[in-house]
C-alpha cells in the first residue's frame, strides 16, 4: 500500500476506534499516537529499505525525536500491520523485533518488549490481527498473542495467548 494511503487508512481507524474522534482533520492534527505511527511510517522505510550510509542511525534518531514530542516509541525495525490506532499513546514502547498486525488497539502505557538479550532474532512479542490491549499492560518476549485477543489493563504477559482470548491479571490468565 502506498504511504499516503497508508496516512488515510490510519486516519479512518483512529475514527472507527475512538467514539470521541469527530472529525480526519482533529483526527490529524490532535493525535499524538496516530504522529507516532506515521513517523514509524516513514522511519522503518528507512530502516529497512535506505542502502545508504547511516540510515539506520537516522531512523533511529528520528523515533527518539518523535519520542520526545509524542511520549510513544516505536523502533523503526518494528514490523506493524495496517490501522495501528494507538489511543492517548503516552508510554507506549514497541520494540525492535515486534510484530504487530492489522486493526490492531493499543492504549496507553502499554510494552511490547524483551526480557533480557537472549540469543533469538526475536525477542519481543507478536500480535495477531484484531487485538486490544488494555492501559499499562506488558506483553514480554517472543510470545504471541492470537488474533481477536483481548489483553486487560496492567496485565502482565509472559506466555502465548490463543486466539480470541481475554487475559487478565499478572501474571496474565484467561478469564
Known amino acids: 500500500m502506498r504511504l499516503l ?6 486516519i479512518r481507524a483512529a475514527k472507527r476506534q475512538d467514539p470521541a474522534a469527530r472529525s480526519s482533520l482533529e483526527v490529524a492534527v490532535a493525535y499524538s499516537g496516530l504522529h507516532a505511527v506515521w513517523a514509524y511510517r516513514v522511519t522503518t522505510r528507512l530502516w529497512y529499505g535506505a542502502t545508504w550510509p547511516g ?3 537516522v531512523a533511529r534518531l528520528l523515533s527518539q525525536l518523535v519520542r520526545s514530542a509524542t511520549g510513544v516509541e516505536i523502533h523503526p525495525g518494528a514490523r506493524i500491520g495496517e490501522r495501528l490506532f494507538i489511543d492517548h499513546g503516552m508510554g507506549v514502547v514497541i520494540g525492535e523485533t515486534a510484530v504487530v498486525g492489522d486493526d490492531v488497539l493499543l492504549y496507553h502505557g502499554v510494552t511490547l ?14 500480535l ?3 487485538v486490544v490491549v488494555g492501559a499499562g499492560a506488558a506483553i514480554l518476549g ?5 488474533a481477536g485477543a483481548r489483553v486487560g489493563a496492567n496485565a502482565v504477559v509472559t506466555r502465548d495467548v490463543l486466539p480470541g482470548t481475554t487475559v487478565v491479571g499478572v501474571p496474565a490468565k484467561p478469564l
Open 5 to 10: 494511503a497508508r496516512l488515510r487508512d490510519d
Open 55 to 57: 540510515a539506520r542511525f
Open 113 to 126: 518488549g524483551g526480557r533480557g538479550r537472549g540469543d533469538s532474532l526475536r525477542r519481543h512479542p507478536t
Open 128 to 130: 495477531g490481527d484484531g
Open 142 to 146: 517472543p510470545v504471541t498473542v492470537g
